[in-house]
């Protein structure tokens, strides 16, 4: 299995930027599709972003598309959200997953289920 540690979130005010890190450790970091998800408080974890095992493929959600991009290093076995122009609403704690069959697209790639393994979490917050 593979292991999963996220860093980079902190507040920041609206406007702003911030980049997350995923660290994976363990299995071959190149087999994963992966993915970005957040979980504001009181409502459910969603889908943020997902990438291919090649990076040649990514994925965002409506409410983040134009301000954030997905990429990855398979070199360094570390995927990255570069976020910008946040938002207050982006606020909650970011995941990181990974899913370990080939790639299905966006209808898999968007859903929980799809992902084995998932990171502690690292909190974002947006001042308004």
């Known amino acids: 299995q593979v292991q999963l540690v996220e860093s980079g979130g902190g507040l920041v005010q609206a406007g702003g930027s911030l980049r997350l890190s995923c660290a994976a450790s363990g299995r071959t970091f190149s087999n994963y599709n992966m993915g970005w998800f957040r979980q504001a408080p009181g409502k459910e974890r969603e889908f943020v972003a997902a990438?291919?095992?090649?990076?040649?493929?990514?994925y965002y959600a409506d409410s983040v598309k134009g301000r954030f991009t997905i990429s990855r290093d398979n070199a360094k076995n570390t995927q990255y959200l570069q976020m910008s122009s946040l938002k207050p609403e982006d606020t909650g704690v970011y995941y990181c997953a990974a899913d370990p069959e080939p790639f299905r697209g966006l209808s898999y790639g968007r859903l929980r289920g799809t992902y084995d393994y998932w990171g502690q979490g690292t909190q974002v917050t947006v001042s308004s």
């Open positions: 990438i291919s095992r090649s990076g040649g493929t990514t």
